[in-house]
Nanobody, 120 residues
Framework: QVQLVESGGGLVQAGGSLRLSCVAS????????MGWFRQAPGKERQFVAS????????NYDDSVKGRFSISIDNAKNTVYLQMNSLKAEDTAVYYC?????????????WGQGTQVTVSS
């Protein structure tokens, strides 16, 4: 069982930056990547970005490309989400998750979330 703890959320003005962190208690065998998701009030959870454990493969939702950057520190089992040029529509609870490798490719372990609020 993997436990994930997010941190770094908060209140920021539009155009500002935040850096989220997610620490995994362990790297479970059979998992291949970590990802960030977000959920705004009244909306479904949305994929934001992902990165493989090796760090050589990243993916971003179009809505955050060029503004957000995901990175990983394998020594610390920690994934980061650097968020720049924040917009009001980025306001959401942000969750990190661990993905099961092929063929499942499902995100199976989730953190408790951290609130990001962007004021316009």
């Amino acid at each position: 069982q993997v436990q994930l703890v997010e941190s770094g959320g908060g209140l920021v003005q539009a155009g500002g930056s935040l850096r989220l962190s997610c620490v995994a208690s362990a790297r479970t065998l059979g998992t291949d990547a970590m990802g960030w998701f977000r959920q705004a009030p009244g909306k479904e959870r949305q994929f934001v970005a992902s990165i493989t454990w090796s760090g050589d493969n990243t993916n971003y939702d179009d809505s955050v490309k060029g503004r957000f950057s995901i990175s990983i520190d394998n020594a610390k089992n920690t994934v980061y989400l650097q968020m720049n040029s924040l917009k009001a529509e980025d306001t959401a609870v942000y969750y990190c998750a661990v993905r099961r490798g092929w063929p499942s490719r499902r995100y199976e372990y989730w953190g408790q979330g951290t609130q990001v609020t962007v004021s316009s």
